[in-house]
């Protein structure tokens, strides 16, 4: 089976029972739609275990492209290099939409550790296409920044998918299902709608664990959702 999952955000216990709740097992896939890091108490260790799973197939959102710019300002520093002042103040942003907690622990590391997790993250893409069951799906954490139906997705450039708002998930690529996170649902009264959201041409997988939300992860092959909370 071929799961989706986004904004894990660091719950790693809440994820183990997650995977246990959905049977999870070496025979199947699991894609992580971005927010892997920040906000919950355990960013480096989801990481850790996330590295040691070959079928877990992580896209790169906001949160690990910040945590990556954070850990090559270090070696830049290291090497004596000249950081900008605004990669410092993309940092400093970073800090206050949760990623302080995940710096501090990162900065505990030993090097070989952090550079291990570095070229992990390096290795990701902003953007996964999928083909299952005859039906095509385009994984891009926050939606596609100025989405044309004329442009090719690698014609992007990766800020395209990194710098976006909520309105760059309401797109419609043809012949594709767009999958993504980053953008918990709220009803008319602001509370969260925790639960993951399929309609056509667009599932929206973030159930808001960030922000007092739950887990939610989806089956692409039987349409089924399993949460847990945080």
């Known amino acids: 089976m071929n799961y989706l999952i986004s904004d894990i955000h660091g719950n790693l216990e809440a994820f183990k029972r997650l995977l246990a709740e959905a049977k999870f097992s070496n025979d199947d896939n699991l894609f ?4 892997i890091v920040d906000n919950g108490h355990e960013s480096i260790e989801l990481i850790k275990d996330l590295m040691l799973r070959d079928n877990v197939f992580p896209i790169m959102g906001y949160h690990e492209f910040s945590l990556l710019r954070f850990l090559k300002n270090m070696q830049k520093k290291a090497n004596g290099e000249e950081i900008s002042p605004k990669s410092n103040e993309a940092v400093l942003k970073w800090f206050s939409d949760g990623g302080a907690e995940t710096a501090q622990k990162v900065l505990e590391l030993p090097e070989e550790e952090r550079d291990a ?10 953007f996964m296409e999928l083909e299952i069951d005859d039906v095509s799906y385009v994984l891009a954490p926050g ?15 990766y800020k395209d998918m990194i710098n976006t708002k909520e309105a760059d998930t309401n797109i419609s690529i043809p012949g594709a299902t767009l999958v993504t996170g980053a953008f918990p649902l709220r009803n008319d009264d602001g509370s969260l709608v925790a639960q993951i959201t399929v309609k056509p041409g667009h ?6 664990a960030a922000c007092g939300g739950r887990l939610g992860m989806y089956c692409i092959e039987t349409g089924e959702s399993f949460y847990e909370d945080v």
């Open 32 to 35: 992580v739609v971005g927010g």
């Open 117 to 126: 997790i570095c070229d992990y993250l390096e290795d990701m893409d902003v």
């Open 143 to 157: 939606g596609i920044r100025h989405y044309s139906p004329d442009k090719e997705l690698e014609d992007y450039d």
């Open 203 to 208: 599932i929206m997988l973030d159930c808001g």
